[in-house]
């Protein structure tokens, strides 16, 4: 029994690899997956073809909850560390693995950031510098958030550091719900924070200009973030605005959607003439 596991990442699977003679981890190989063919069968005269050199790219877990596994992690103990990996030239015989998965871990909300009038755990928003930050009703008690700029300031929604890899790698967008009640004076830049002096900024004048027209909708990619800076495994503040003054904002509703064709970077400024 050779079991040929595809995933995005380690997976916790010591049930299944208990179930086989052989496992191999081919990650997503897409339309290169006659490379993992060319390692499984032998050639017609019964030699190997192709022998095996990957190795792990990181280290796979033992047990299903949430557990060091990261190399210099206090605590490290990974079923497998990063670097392992047999071929036919070295072969090794693996113990059976205890399948006993471990504690269940508490869930986390990862694609939640504000929702029905609140920012749900482990969320919060925090305003600095010129920022009021109110409640107030449009549509539903208490259901939106005003913001109002009266100089430089910075309003942000954040929490524990929480790894958003994932959702990037299946390009999910960070998506606004929100009515620009005034447009900023200036400049303004919608980041993905991932720490202090780590951030991914992006310049977002292009969302919040024009007068007020109602509540409109925006869906920007993870992967804008990432490319502007942002490391997406230790995100602190999904959602940072900054301006220099002028904007009152309403915001109804902050999360992470799927990409459905329909989500992109905010448009560069055109360069003054």
């Known amino acids: 029994m050779v079991s040929v596991f595809l995933s995005g ?71 497998f560390a990063y670097g392992y990996g047999l071929s036919y030239a070295h072969p090794a015989a693996v113990a059976r693995l205890d399948e006993k998965p471990g504690p269940t871990p508490p869930e986390v909300n990862l694609e939640r950031f504000f929702v029905a009038g609140r920012a749900p755990p482990p969320w919060g928003f925090a305003a600095s510098g010129a920022v009021r930050l109110a409640t107030v009703d449009d549509g539903a008690q208490e259901n939106v958030r005003e913001a109002t700029w009266s100089g430089a300031g910075r309003l942000a929604i954040g929490g524990a550091a929480v790894d958003l890899s994932r959702q990037m790698n299946g390009d999910m967008a960070l998506v606004l719900r929100y009515r620009v009640v005034h447009p900023a004076d200036g400049p303004v830049r919608l980041s993905l924070s991932c720490g202090p002096d780590c951030a991914g900024g992006l310049a977002a004048g292009s969302l919040f200009t024009g007068p007020d027209g109602g509540w409109r909708t925006a869906k920007v990619k993870l992967s804008c973030f990432h490319e502007a800076g942002a490391i997406m495994t230790h995100v602190t503040e999904p959602m940072v605005i900054e301006a220099g003054g002028g904007l009152v904002l309403r915001l109804e509703d902050v999360r992470l959607a799927a990409n459905t064709g329909d989500a992109a970077c905010p448009a560069a400024p055109r360069p003054s003439s």
């Open 9 to 79: 990442r380690p997976l916790w699977t010591n049930p299944e690899i208990n179930a086989s003679d052989a496992f191999v981890a081919a990650w997503l190989p897409g339309s290169q997956g006659d490379g993992v063919a060319d390692v499984l069968f032998r050639r017609p005269d019964g030699r190997v073809a192709y022998d095996f050199t990957g190795k792990l790219p990181d280290s796979w877990p033992r047990l299903a909850a949430a557990a060091p596994t990261h190399r210099g992690d206090h605590g490290y103990a990974p079923q």
